[in-house]
């Protein structure tokens, strides 16, 4: 029986690091919002788009490639909002072979809104000044660590 739980483990820690990623790429870290957990999903997309839209100081003319930048996150964190509260909902009755297909589901719209994002966010970056793109390296590099540095304690 061990053997058949373990079997479930891998698509368990995938899904849950899918979940993870779409947060930590199209999420903040900022402290305020780490600390009002009621926040909606919604407010802190919104919220987000707001703090990267001041550090990446984006200007006048790049408001149009940002615009599809926000929409993209906006968008992606409807889809994963709802598949997680669907999954939810289903959790208690699913068999093993809905879990899989839920967390199925899940790491593919992830993988699909990343993509949709990095497609979206190519033309914003490429307009960028040097400083920019030097503060958008440092945004999404120093981010991913500080994700991992706060698990890791």
Known sequence: MKRITRQFTYPTVLAIAAMLLTFTVLSSAIPSLAASPKASKANRVETRIKELHTKLMITPEQEEAWNKVAQAMRDDAKTMEELIKARSEKAPTMTALDDLKSYGEIAQAHADGLKNF????????????????????????????????????
């Open 118 to 153: 990095t497609s979206v966010f190519e033309p914003l970056y490429a307009g960028m000044s040097d400083a920019q793109k030097k503060s958008a390296d440092t945004l999404f590099r120093q981010h991913g660590h500080t994700k991992s540095k706060a698990k890791g304690k």
